[in-house]
Nanobody, 112 residues
């Protein structure tokens, strides 16, 4: 099993950018499927971006080219670069893999 610690959230104005980081408790080189999810108050948790088998990447339909997921296996870290943020992107963002449990996430608030 692996544990993730998410960081990088905060308050940003509409149109701004944030880079989220997800640090793993062990090597992620062998973890092919993992991704970022988010949950806003009153909403279900949804996929933001994720790696699948064969290095395939899937993004939520709402991303529309604004976010980029990446990973640095040497640092055991997964990133989510978020640009052109909108108020509706406000949520707690989590990192998750099939072999991990849900962490505390990092809060992203987009507001003027």
């Amino acid at each position: 099993q692996v544990q993730f610690v998410e960081s990088g959230g905060g308050l940003v104005q509409p149109g701004g950018s944030l880079r989220l980081s997800c640090a793993a408790s062990r090597s992620i080189s062998s973890i092919l499927a993992m991704g970022w999810y988010r949950q806003a108050p009153g909403n279900q948790r949804e996929l933001v971006a994720g790696f699948g088998s064969g290095d395939k990447i899937k993004y939520g339909e709402f991303v529309k080219g604004r976010f980029t997921i990446s990973r640095d296996n040497a640092k055991n870290t997964v990133y989510l670069q978020m640009n052109s943020l909108k108020p509706e992107d406000t949520a707690v963002y989590y990192c998750k893999a099939p072999v991990s449990v849900w962490g505390q996430g990092t809060q992203v608030t987009v507001s003027s």
